[in-house]
């Protein structure tokens, strides 16, 4: 065993003995109980972003009601309104999608041991059976946490930037999430590699709906029915995100089979679609629930919020399947994925200047993060 420089702060363990009665699992199967950790704690990571990123977005509040510019405290000027509603909106997103998982996680683990399974290799069965969605969660979570602290030390200017106020240390904490439980770049491939895995093993069913996606784009498209029923327009957005997916990433595996590992660039945009796809329809079930359980009228902000955020995932689904089509195709072939991810990329209007408005007076007359 070494230990390297003090500075550095890193233990090295080289031919270490480990005693027999020390010795956890089975030799030679350490890396099964140490890949399954990884997914609990990706999924917890993200459950501690999203603490920090409330605790930040309250202080971001608070400040932004008590600082005052031009006569004004600065909470009064859009830009910081539009600063803080977007903290909300990410903060209420990733909260949305850490509730579902954890959810899926519990359900799993508890027919685990209603199967005769012992608690902890249920909770590892469990956790590996949503590997993807905790590896969506790490980088969702922690890329979160990075964008609402960054603001909050915009929204603190100067004092955002010295050690006497919170935002300094906020920053430098926030940093590493992206590094550690797997990178986010190790993270992003992952899941696009274990879905795709998943697939070629027959767990996932990826080719039926990839060929009625192939089918579909053949048709007439969809023009919609002008129908203005709450949620009709986002979730049938959502579904046509999963669609874009679809005939992305299945052009994508047709082009490069073996050798799409390599194609890092194309498997970063596919991984970004399939997150913001994750993420929207995450916010899109919880405030759908909340809504049964509340009311339309007492969940009105849940609700701009809600078509805010889809609004905006898909116009970035809509970028990145660009980007991933024109690397890919060119032709005929290219103008008809294109035309393809168009039609998957449609919303109605919505004013989100006007939602982020809302939901930042909420805040503002909260003085905190308040949903
Ligand atoms: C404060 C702190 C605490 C930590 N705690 C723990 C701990 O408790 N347990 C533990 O096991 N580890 C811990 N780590 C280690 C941490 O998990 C690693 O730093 C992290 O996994 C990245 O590895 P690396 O530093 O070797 O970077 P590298 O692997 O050298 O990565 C450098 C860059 O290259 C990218 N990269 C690397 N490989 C690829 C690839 N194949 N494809 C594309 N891009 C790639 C990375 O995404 C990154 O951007 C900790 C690190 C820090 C800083």
Redesign the pocket.
Known sequence: MGIKGSST?QVFFMDCKVPVENVLGEIGKGHLIAFNILNIGRAKLAAAALGGSKQVCTQSVEYANTREQFKLPISKFGAIKHKLAEQAIRIFAIESAIYRVSGLIENKEEEMMADGKSFESALLGAAEEYAVECAILKVAGSEVLDFVVDEGVQIYGGYGYSADFPMDRAYSDSR?NR????????NR?LAVDMILKRAMKGELDLMGPAMSVQKELMGIPDFGNGNNKLFEEETKVVANMKKAILMIAGTAVQKYMMTLAKE?ELLMRIADMAIDTYMAESILLRVQKLVATKGEEACALQIDMTSTYVNDMVDRLNVNGKNAINAMCEGDEQRMLLMGLKRFSKMAPVNTIAARRRIAKAMIEANKYPF
């Open positions: 702060r590493i590094i550690f439980e797997g990178t986010n770049e190790i491939l890092q």
